[in-house]
């Protein structure tokens, strides 16, 4: 999940809501668009939280080489969090002073309880799916050492069976 790729749809979503609220009043639309917002923010945010989780990951296994410099990582993160802060900032500007003034503080808390909603659902699911790699990847690792200690059994019972055709033929 490309970080940059997910603020460029929070951005287009954001571009949405203003379209909406300046050209027209109704409560639905925009708050169906504002919905719509708060899921993209909600994805933004799983972005970065399982980018701090893979960043950790792989700190903890050092084998692994990051698909991406530490720097461009970094500046996609700083990025999307400054500008997450900045549509925060502006949303709330426009439900008290903008065109979603009508909405009012009701409007806007609203809005906070559907995307607190959305974000929760998003940690949830970074979460989980951070999870579900961990287990594969735990899963792979207990299958590779099952392969060395298959390897080495059978390869301990059929020296053992060799060594005991050798003492049967000299034995004989």
């Not at 169906?32 to 708060?38: D, L, N, P, R, Y």
């Not at 559907?114 to 579900?132: G, L, P």
């Amino acid at each position: 999940m490309d970080i940059a790729e997910v603020l460029k749809s929070a951005n287009m979503a954001f571009e949405q809501v203003k379209k909406v609220s300046a050209f027209t009043d109704d409560a639905n639309a925009i708050m169906g668009s504002i919905t719509g917002f708060a899921g993209q923010l909600g994805e933004l945010k799983k972005a970065l939280v399982l980018n701090d989780m893979q960043d950790l990951h792989q700190k903890s296994t050092s084998s692994k080489k990051p698909k991406k410099t530490a720097t461009g990582k970094a500046m996609d993160v700083y990025t999307a969090k400054v500008r997450l802060r900045h549509m925060e900032q502006e949303l709330y500007h426009m439900f008290l002073y903008g065109d979603l003034n009508h909405l009012g503080m009701d409007g806007y808390k609203e809005f906070c309880a559907i995307r607190q909603s959305i974000e929760d659902q998003a940690r949830k699911s970074a979460e989980a799916e951070h999870a579900w790699k961990l287990n594969e990847e735990a899963d792979e690792q207990f299958m590779k050492q099952l392969k060395i200690i298959g390897g080495a059994a059978f390869g301990g019972i059929v020296a053992t069976v060799q060594l005991a055709q050798q003492i049967k033929d000299l034995l004989q």
